[in-house]
């Protein structure tokens, strides 16, 4: 029902910004929620960022709140992280993720997934 893209990966210095996208198609796409998770080599799939499907209520990882922005743009079919000062840990694969409930921060509730788009931070 929904097919996800990621784009916008890529090598950056530590401190620099990056704006990841996710395309997504599907007619009910504005009722979904959305997640952002990440994998490093060796590492569990974790939590990164969700926004609601009904009025666009956001949650973060501890890890990157303050540094990192997830919005969607429905009239576009497309949600986004927007990612500064970022720093060598933030090294890993990035997933766009959705789901047709509410929001959560386990990899397992959600039903839909993209590739994937590398994001490498040197120090």
């Known amino acids: 029902q929904v097919q996800l893209v990621e784009s916008g990966g890529g090598l950056v210095q530590a401190g620099a910004s990056l704006r990841l996208s996710c395309a997504a198609s599907?007619?009910?796409?504005?009722?979904?929620?959305m997640g952002w998770f990440r994998q490093a080599p060796g590492k569990e799939r974790e939590f990164v960022a969700t926004?609601?499907?009904?009025?666009?209520?956001?949650g973060y990882a501890d890890s990157v709140k303050g540094r990192f922005t997830i919005s969607r743009d429905n009239a576009q079919n497309t949600v986004y992280l927007q990612m500064n000062i970022l720093k060598p840990e933030d090294t890993a694969v990035y997933y766009c993720?959705?789901?047709?409930?509410?929001?959560?921060?386990?990899?397992?509730?959600?039903?839909?997934w993209g590739q994937g788009t590398q994001v490498t931070v040197s120090s």
């Open positions: 599907g007619r009910t796409w504005s009722s979904y929620a």
């Open positions: 926004i609601s499907g009904t009025n666009s209520a956001t």
């Open positions: 993720a959705a789901r047709s409930k509410y929001t959560s921060r386990r990899y397992e509730d959600y039903d839909y």
